[in-house]
């Protein structure tokens, strides 16, 4: 289920930094979130440096790109796994792409598990799906 989208500025950062954030976010968030890495997605939204604006001034007039990213979780995690995920994405951020710090946003968005699809069923029907088959498994 766990789903993050980086929001970029196209031409910013090299083709192995973008390698360097999908993959390394991908472990961060099965190990945050104590998902299987299967489960996770992680995308790069790109947009060109004329149609992001940081603090008034566009990017392709000289402002810095200014990274943004969004984390989708399912309703329920405690805050302080929300609070290390988006801790640990903005590391990611500072870290791989070499952004200050105080320039990176992010946001954690919880989602109630009947309004998220996995294989076309809710994910709260998935959910009970796997609880029952452990049940039956341990009996």
Do not use: K
């Amino acid at each position: 289920m766990p789903v993050a989208h980086f929001h970029l500025v196209d031409g910013a950062y090299t083709a192995e930094q973008h390698r360097t954030l999908l993959t390394e976010a991908s472990r961060c968030y099965a190990e945050v979130l104590d998902s299987p890495i299967e489960r996770v997605r992680t995308f790069i939204v790109r947009y060109t440096p004329g149609d992001v604006a940081v603090a008034g001034a566009v990017v392709a007039d000289g402002a810095p790109p200014a990274p943004y990213f969004t984390a989708i979780v399912l309703a329920g995690r405690p805050a302080s796994q929300r609070e290390e995920l988006a801790a640990r994405f903005t590391d990611l951020v500072v870290d791989v792409l070499g952004e200050d710090r105080a320039l990176v946003r992010g946001q954690i968005v919880e989602v109630d598990p009947v309004n998220w699809a996995i294989a076309g069923n809710s994910a709260a029907a998935t959910r009970a799906g796997e609880i029952s088959a452990r049940a039956r498994s341990i009996s």
